[in-house]
């Protein structure tokens, strides 16, 4: 990958959940979660800097610990987004750096997935945005917590729904597309996103990245095979580590 353009990985860990208070302190598999994450994130070659932002002390200093670069950022950001805006002005990233905001809760990351998300910015001057999609069944596509989106040619997104999209009129569909939540900015893009109102579409869906596609900002869209989990409740530690055993990084 060409060295002129830093791809920096920053993973927003906030304590306060309410389905799961200090989730980022959890232990997989005897790691810190934050520190799987850390650990997956800095294996992709593509990435050229990975670290922590958080806003709690706990977070921070157990960071420090376990020697993952941290940064201590505001406890008043209302998305992981924010965070990761304001982690990235600390370390001062130059406006052409590419910012890959990097889920704090999937410790089974495939790096993979991150060269997949961070290739079209090596290729493409245009890209500004880019996210990962998957394959997915028709049943997994009635699920309004499993996000869809759909593409046009070039692999931009159209639209991006709770509900199943495109909807089959005439006969079954099987090409559903799952939205999988990592996304990587150019520097300057990410600046103008925090600027931008939330629109319409946005409140209703309760979709953050509809803000983009209100405001007219392609988002390049890249098709993974590759598969990850979240932990949203401890019952899911178990699985994880699981997971874990069977897929090693990749």
């Known amino acids: 990958m060409p060295s002129s353009i830093p791809c920096i990985g920053i993973i927003p860990a906030r304590y306060d959940s309410s389905r799961f208070p200090g989730k980022p302190l959890a232990l997989i598999a005897g790691k810190p979660m934050f520190q799987r994450v850390y650990e997956r994130a800095s294996s992709c070659p593509s990435i050229t800097r990975v670290l922590l932002a958080t806003d709690d002390n706990r977070i921070y200093e157990a960071a420090r610990k376990a020697g993952v670069p941290v940064v201590m950022t505001s406890a008043a950001h209302h998305s992981g987004t924010d965070r990761v805006l304001e982690a990235a002005r600390i370390i001062n990233a ?14 089974a990351l495939a790096p993979a997935m991150l060269t997949e998300l961070t290739a079209p910015f090596f ?15 028709a049943g997994e596509a009635q699920n309004p917590n499993r996000v869809k989106v759909v593409t046009d040619e070039a692999q931009r997104a159209l639209y991006f729904s709770r509900a199943p999209i495109p909807y089959p009129r005439d006969e079954d569909f099987d090409g559903y597309l799952g939205h999988v939540g990592l996304y990587a900015f150019r520097m300057e893009t ?56 069977q897929t090693p990084e990749q």
């Open 123 to 137: 290729t493409d001057p245009s890209i500004r945005v880019t996210t990962l999609a998957t394959p997915i069944s």
């Open 94 to 107: 130059p406006e052409h750096a590419v910012i890959v905001n990097i889920q704090g809760d999937e410790p």
């Open 190 to 245: 990410l600046e103008l996103f925090s600027t931008l109102p939330q629109g319409t579409l946005e409140q209703v869906e309760k979709l953050e990245q509809l803000r983009l596609l209100e405001n007219g900002i392609p988002m390049h869209v890249g098709i993974t095979c590759h598969q990850s989990l979240g932990v949203d409740h401890p019952d899911d530690i178990p699985i994880v580590e699981d997971l874990l055993r």
